[in-house]
């Protein structure tokens, strides 16, 4: 009896100490995330870290709180300009932070987007680089010794050439202030520079979690981390999901186009060259794609292993002796026959298809084969066509350009595109765009026109009764005698298409569509987050162009049919 008793008291004890630790520890534990360091914990993001993991905050300062404390309308214009940012439009979220900066110069949320925003920029003014200098000043004097402080250090001594002191200093910002999610992206560039690929996608992976998978950057950073490391698969997984949150980023495209290319699509990968070039004729790194198709080679883990039209070429000095040897080997044939038609040699691919075909009907899936080589052929032949005429189109534009003086609008800045946001003041819009360009035509509408031989345009401002930016009505005439499209859209039409899909991005063609009275308007419509666009014209009347620009909030939820655009776009 004593034994058991004794046992007893004893597991007795062991149970009140197991459960007065447990008590202690989940007391020390909740202190610790009560009062220990303060960390972000990032939710479920594609490509990026494991749902759950904390991130610790380090030194990182709260801008978030700083923000929330301003006018609601000051937020929302915070708000905007991070999505800009983020989405690739960085010249636009640095004219919003450049304001928010006067108006909250003691708002270190608003330098800070600032000063990152120049950082993103290919090129700025002096002006813009003196501003830098001096926010960098500021926000440095105000973080001394932290991951801001030694983040601005790292990229100064990147301009200044030393990618090893630039390297380590991103490093102490990254350790210091591990949860900003533009020191982690900062930090991945230098380790891709210096090759260190597996800590670059870690990097990369920490940015887009941080930045709730709204940083275009972080995702064309990570696939071109994953592709210069070999990782063809992961890249293009990254490339294909990115480009449907992104579609108008011109380095995930032009990915897209290099991995066709090793694999020997061609045609797709020169078709969506020339999709970048519509929107951004002057990116250099789209020009050389297009020259250099066919001769580019993938990443490999021992150097390069060449290029898809050098394996076919390969494949084709292998495989023509053996057919010259045994001729009446089909499936040689066969192989020589796809060898020649990766390399496009479409009449070469043809003769061996022919041959199989005429000396065995039945032999399987030969007029598909030759079905895809006048496929092929047809596609490439309309890809160099069409790729001739848009350069042809931009050359003329070019030199149009260059010879008429004064012109009142940019390239940018055509068919409407005042770089001024919706809802501000007239007073802010004619700070921007001079007073003396425009009349006064009804109360709040002012309208501006001007002559570029053979288009006349009328650009017509419409400010709401508070007086705010509502939108915009373009009306472009075509001058000259030769508006006769003999059934086709007019050139008037198309070119103005192609002009503002060139600044906008790729719009959805409607059609020709019937509306009331016999009317019939065919016309193209753009949509953004913020904007929205119908370039329209009627049948009948060749020589005019019309165009709407508008807040897309503005809308109704349901949307419009399309008709219903007509008495806007006819409105001025």
């Not at 202690?24 to 972000?40: E, I, M, Q």
């Not at 001096?134 to 440095?140: A, E, K, N, P």
Request: include cysteine; glycine fraction near 6%.
């Amino acid at each position: 009896m004593a034994n058991t008793s004794s046992a007893s008291r004893a597991a007795a004890y062991l149970f009140l100490v197991v459960f007065f630790g447990a008590l202690v520890a989940y007391g020390g534990y909740k202190l610790y995330n009560k009062y220990g360091p303060s960390k972000t914990v990032v939710d479920d993001v594609p490509f990026g870290l494991e749902s759950g993991t904390s991130v610790l905050n380090g030194d990182a300062p709260n801008f978030k709180a700083d923000v929330e404390r301003l006018p609601v309308q000051a937020q929302a214009e915070f708000r905007r300009a991070g999505e800009l940012s983020r989405s690739g439009a960085v010249k636009a979220a640095y004219e919003i932070y450049d304001a928010l900066v006067l108006l909250y110069p003691n708002v270190d949320a608003a330098v800070w987007g600032e000063v990152n925003t120049l950082f993103s920029m290919d090129s700025v003014t002096e002006t813009m680089r003196d501003r830098a200098d001096l926010l960098i000043g500021r926000l440095m004097a105000r973080y001394p010794n932290t991951g801001i402080s030694f983040y601005l250090d790292s990229r100064k001594s990147l301009l200044a050439g030393n990618l090893t002191v630039a390297l380590e200093l991103a490093k102490m910002a990254s350790t210091r202030a591990p949860s900003i999610y533009e020191i982690r992206l900062w930090y991945a560039e230098l380790l891709l520079k210096n090759s260190n690929t597996k800590e670059a996608a870690l990097e990369c992976r920490a940015a887009i979690s941080l930045s709730s998978g709204d940083s275009q950057r972080a995702f064309e950073l990570l696939a071109k981390v994953y592709h210069d490391a070999g990782s063809l698969d992961s890249s293009s997984l990254v490339v294909e999901y990115a480009l449907t949150q992104f579609p108008l980023s011109s380095e995930l495209m032009l990915l897209r186009g290099n991995l066709a290319e090793y694999n020997g699509k061609f045609d797709v990968a020169e078709k969506t060259y020339q999709r970048i070039l519509a929107f951004r004729p002057d990116f250099e790194k789209a020009r050389r794609a297009m020259a250099t198709i066919g001769e580019k080679v993938p990443p490999g883990k021992d150097g390069y292993a060449g290029s898809a039209r050098d394996r076919a070429q390969v494949a084709c000095d292998i495989l023509s002796p053996l057919v010259e040897r045994y001729p009446e080997n089909l499936p040689l044939r066969e192989a020589l026959g796809i060898a020649y038609l990766k390399n496009h040699m479409f009449d070469l691919s043809r003769r061996e298809f022919n041959y199989i075909l005429k000396n065995d009907p039945e032999y399987p899936d030969i007029k598909l084969r030759l079905s895809e080589v006048e496929q092929a052929r047809r596609v490439v032949i309309e890809e160099f066509n069409n790729g001739l005429t848009a350069n042809l189109n931009r050359a003329v534009d070019s030199l149009r350009g260059s010879i008429e003086p004064e012109q009142k609008h940019d390239f940018s800045t055509k068919l409407g595109h005042y770089l001024v946001r919706y809802g501000a003041s007239s007073q802010e819009f004619f700070k921007k765009y001079s007073l003396s360009n425009f009349k006064q035509v009804k109360r709040f509408v002012w309208q501006e026109s001007f002559y570029e031989a053979p288009y006349h345009h009328t650009y017509t401002i419409v400010f709401d009764n508070s007086n705010r930016f509502k939108e915009v009505h373009v009306t472009v005439y075509d001058s000259s005698s030769t508006s006769n499209h003999l059934g086709v859209a007019p050139e008037i039409f198309s070119r103005l298409m192609k002009q503002n899909s060139r600044i906008s991005g790729i719009g959805n063609n409607t059609g020709e569509t019937v509306c009331g009275d016999g009317v019939v308007m065919d016309a193209v419509v753009w949509e953004t987050r913020d904007n929205f666009e119908i370039l329209a014209r009627i049948v009948g009347k060749p020589a005019e162009v019309r165009m709407v620009r508008l807040d897309r909030s503005t809308l109704p939820p349901t949307g419009m049919k399309l008709c219903d655009y007509l008495p806007l776009l006819l409105e001025f």
